[in-house]
């Protein structure tokens, strides 16, 4: 049975002069943060380099939640339980890294770009593939799912063509990345991430409210944890109905982010690989979420805002995974039906529940919110695609002593290729069914696997060359395509499926080629002149942990580790299992 609520949103004025307030405090941010970047391309790439660990951390993750958060993980939540929580969670170990390995290595090196940091390990070729790859990433995975959903959010509450809806939030999204650079990225993404968090824990609040019937957020949260226990009703019988499409086993516990083998989002035999692909992959090499960390201000500035946003990802299941849970405790009965069916329309989950839950008057904020969601996102990926352009592509190959205005020109108009660009894949992809979590997922374990393989090598060993780098990038990506042909001509065993499975294999199998081709190779000169390992580097780890203890970045990290291991404990079959 589909989602219904075709109808469109109604919209008072209080709604509307909440919605006009906010572009207007946005354009009021935008311009102000933005005025005079362009004066200099180290001011248009990476503003001045002096940004604050609040503003780094907050545009960090309002980057990293848009739309696809909002549209595609309540979806995804809707059908397969709590378990999208784990890509949240997991990032814990990730970001670990980052504190206390990556981003004092990154700061010192005085780079514009991941791809520049690369070339520094593996030289040009390594550095131009992965420029290309990042180019074409950023606008297939990242720019043109955040357009789709925001498109779909307009078409859901104004019933807008989809087309329309898309080209509009392109342009207004696109416009202040073009117009002002990383500083109006950045400032602009710390007044979304307010607005974001404000409003989206209206619909998380008003949820709860609503399954509880009592007007207790406890009441309502206790019975949306029963109800997703399907042990029973209609809640049972929708997770029999759509069974044989999450797993082989007889049960399916939706409580619990530790799933079997054939799961197709988040199987367990494939989580190690995932944050050493997938999660290194988004949050160490993806240039626009680690250009705000470049523009920091100092190495502690960088280093807390990465703990600021281990804090925030403890939290924002609340925001994009429970309301999910909600929409199921309220109407198991929307996956009776055609799996592909239901996947698609699930990710209207979030419109309908707004349109259900949120009163006249209050929705105004919500559309605040979805704009704000595409904002931050769509920013980042258009200054950070036009960087690695500009300095990866542009100077290296076509203008080496291209001046600063020139570098700033080109910058521009490789921002307005990159909205133009996502617009139209946007529209191609709102042609397709399937559920828009997924899209972004599979595809980012496609591209990672060779990229995080040589990342890690090559910080962990000398050993590791441009030649074993080179062999491990073609073969990934040539045993990637060739598991995804598997997949698709042959009859597999049900693990052999999942995208994160795949993703482990392409890992392993990324990190083998490397090292042999690293061997029959040689040593590699460039390695040996200089300090490109963390070993070579263990005085330099310990700059930035803060002097006093209220600034220390241990004890803060400390806080958001044991929680978030917390969590995926309370949420596990330790706690919560199924009969």
């Not at 209080?14 to 906010?22: I, N, W």
């Not at 799933?259 to 944050?275: C, I, N, R, S, Y």
């Not at 200054?383 to 001046?403: E, G, K, W």
């Amino acid at each position: 049975m589909p989602l219904p609520g075709h109808d469109t949103l109604a919209l008072s004025v209080l709604d509307y002069a909440e919605f006009f307030l906010f572009v207007v405090a946005l354009s009021v941010v935008g311009f102000t943060s933005g005025r005079g970047e362009r004066s200099s391309s180290a001011e248009y790439f990476l503003a001045g380099r002096r940004l604050r660990w609040y503003v780094v951390g907050a545009s960090y993750i309002a980057a990293n939640i848009s739309t696809e958060q909002f549209i595609g993980m309540v979806g995804a939540s809707y059908l397969l339980g709590v378990v999208p929580a784990l890509w949240e969670w997991l990032n814990v170990f990730t970001f670990l890294f980052m504190i206390f390995v990556f981003v004092p290595f990154l700061l010192s090196s005085k780079v514009v770009t991941i791809p520049e940091f690369l070339s520094r390990r593996y030289g040009a070729a390594v550095r131009q593939i992965f420029a290309f790859v990042t180019v074409i990433a950023n606008i297939i995975i990242f720019m043109a799912a955040v357009l789709y959903t925001g498109g779909l959010a307009l078409n859901g509450f104004f019933g807008w063509p989809l087309a329309l809806c898309i080209v509009l939030t392109g342009l207004f999204a696109g416009g202040w990345a073009i117009y002002g650079g990383l500083s109006s990225v950045a400032w602009t993404g710390v007044f979304t991430a307010v607005v974001k968090f404000t409003g989206a824990s209206a619909v998380t609040v008003l949820g709860l409210l609503a399954v509880s019937g009592t007007g207790s957020i406890v009441d309502g949260f206790r019975i949306v944890i029963e109800r997703n226990r399907a042990a029973s009703g209609a809640w049972h019988a929708a997770v029999q109905h759509m069974l044989t499409h999450v797993t082989s086993a007889d049960s399916y516990n939706r409580l619990s982010v530790v799933q079997a083998p054939d799961h197709p989002l988040a199987p367990w035999t494939g989580l190690f690989f995932l944050v050493m692909s997938v999660s290194i992959w988004y949050n160490v090499l993806n240039q626009f979420i680690i250009q705000r960390i470049l523009g920091s201000r100092s190495v502690w500035d960088a280093r807390m805002a990465v703990v600021f946003a281990g804090y925030a990802k403890l939290f924002l299941p609340l925001l994009t995974v429970v309301p999910g849970l909600v929409l199921f405790a309220l109407h198991p009965e929307y996956l009776q039906g055609d799996w592909l069916v239901a996947q698609h329309q699930a990710d209207k989950g979030y419109v309908m529940l707004v349109k259900e839950l949120l009163p006249v008057g209050m929705r105004g904020l919500l559309l605040a919110v979805l704009f704000s969601a595409v904002q931050a996102t769509i920013t980042s990926v258009v200054n950070s695609t036009a960087t690695i352009l500009t300095i990866d592509i542009y100077v290296p190959l076509f203008r080496q002593n291209a001046t600063d205005k020139q570098l700033v020109t080109f910058g521009v108009w490789a921002s307005v290729a990159t909205v133009v660009l996502g617009i139209l894949i946007a529209i191609w992809l709102s042609a397709f069914g399937g559920g828009v979590f997924q899209y972004i997922q599979t595809l980012n374990a496609f591209f990672a696997p060779p990229f995080a393989a040589i990342f890690v090598l090559g910080m962990l060993t000398r050993r590791a060359n441009a030649t074993g780098a080179l062999v491990a990038i073609v073969g990934g990506f040539s045993i990637g395509v060739a598991l995804k042909v598997a997949a698709t001509v042959l009859t597999m065993p049900g693990w052999f499926y999942p995208f994160a499975n795949q993703a482990a294999i392409t890992w392993v199998a990324s990190m083998v080629l490397c090292i042999v081709g690293s061997s029959l190779s040689g040593k590699d000169p460039q390695a040996r002149a200089a300090a490109v390992t963390l070993w070579d580097s263990a005085a330099m780890l310990r700059e930035g942990l803060g002097e006093v203890w209220y600034k220390n970045v241990v004890l803060w990290c400390t806080g958001f580790v044991v929680a978030i291991l917390g969590a995926m404990f309370v949420f596990s079959d330790a706690v919560f299992h199924t009969s």
